[in-house]
Structure formats: C-alpha cells, structure tokens
Nanobody, 122 residues
Framework: QVQLVESGGGLVQAGGSLRLSCAAS????????RGWFRQAPGKEREFVAT????????IYTDSVKGRFTISRDNAKNTVYLQMNSLKPEDTAVYYC???????????????WGQGTQVTVSS
C-alpha cells in the first residue's frame, strides 16, 4: 500500500519557522516529482512548491519565494518543506504529493498525503 505521511506541522508565532516532512512508503518515488500544496479554511487547495526527481529544479508560488525551501532525500524517500518567516496567511493544511512532472497543477499528482495543520498566530 502506497502512503505519503506528512509530519512537522503545528502552531507557531508569526516570524517563526517550521519544517515539514513527507515520508513515502510502499514504493520508491525517486523518479517522481514531489510537491507541496496547502488549503486554508474556505479556500481552494493551492500550489506551494515542487521539486523534480533529482532535486535540481524547484518552483515556488510567489507568496512563499525567499521564505520556503523544498528539498528531498531520495535515499529516505522523503521530501521536506522548510518554512521560515511564517505569516498568519500561511495558516493552512499542508499536503504533500507525488507525480510524474514537477508542475503547479494538482491534477498531475497521483499520490497524496493526508495533510498536516500549520497555524501561524499574529
């Protein structure tokens, strides 16, 4: 059974940092792109960041550029999202995903985690 399991979410004050992890099991994702998406209450799920299979190419949504960093460790089948300078508007459930291409559209991702809550207080 393929599973993506996120961890590292929590409550943090504005300006603080969190590091999310997404561990995969059931198959290797070394040839897959890995992405992070988020969904705030009352809003649609939105793209945050993606990284290609080798880790050599990344894409970020404009609102997190310079603050968030996506990385991966293929030996551990894990992708990370380092989030610095967090803002209240970053509050959301964060989902990791795996897909064939490192693109922004969620429809291109085949596997999803269950999500982890990130809450940033002002």
């Amino acid at each position: 059974q393929v599973q993506l399991v996120e961890s590292g979410g929590g409550l943090v004050q504005a300006g603080g940092s969190l590091r999310l992890s997404c561990a995969a099991s059931g198959r290797t994702f070394s040839t897959y792109a890995r992405g992070w998406f988020r969904q705030a209450p009352g809003k649609e799920r939105e793209f945050v960041a993606t990284i290609n299979s080798s880790g050599g190419s990344t894409i970020y949504t404009d609102s997190v550029k310079g603050r968030f960093t996506i990385s991966r460790d293929n030996a551990k089948n894990t992708v990370y999202l380092q989030m610095n300078s967090l803002k209240p508007e970053d509050t959301a459930v964060y989902y990791c995903a795996a897909g064939r291409l490192p693109v922004l559209a969620s429809t291109y991702y085949d596997y999803w985690g269950q999500g982890t809550q990130v809450t940033v207080s002002s």
